[in-house]
């Protein structure tokens, strides 16, 4: 069975920071670039970064490059999103993404295949 499973999100203070994990299971892991997206309420799901299968290129939403990171570890196929100087505005569920199509990756939802389930962020002011 394939699956994405998310976990790392909680309730965090503005200024803190938070890891979120996506671990896969079921598909041959270092195939696929994966992605990061986000969804806040009444809003539509937007990119936040991605990596390529061998980890080496990445990619970032502008407003988010200097607080984010990805990175990803085909070893225990997982991909990790580091948050940090975390806004009231970076609230929403985050999931991560799997594509099986691109050895790079892409800022588009439709170009990945496979989703997590989400985790939900919550950022106090």
């Known amino acids: 069975q394939v699956q994405l499973v998310e976990s790392g999100g909680g309730l965090v203070q503005a200024g803190g920071s938070l890891r979120l994990s996506c671990a896969a299971s079921g598909l041959s892991f270092s195939m696929y670039a994966m992605g990061w997206f986000r969804q806040a309420p009444g809003k539509e799901r937007e990119f936040v970064a991605a990596v390529s299968r061998s980890g080496g290129n990445t990619g970032y939403a502008d407003s988010l490059k200097d607080r984010f990171t990805i990175s990803r570890d085909n070893a225990k196929t997982s991909v990790y999103l580091q948050m940090n100087s975390l806004k009231p505005e970076d609230t929403a569920v985050y999931y991560c993404?799997?594509?099986?199509?691109?050895?790079?990756?892409?800022?588009?939802?439709?170009?990945?295949?496979?989703w997590g389930q989400g985790t939900q962020v919550t950022v106090s002011s």
């Open positions: 993404a799997a594509d099986l199509k691109r050895s790079y990756y892409s800022d588009r939802s439709q170009d990945y295949e496979i």
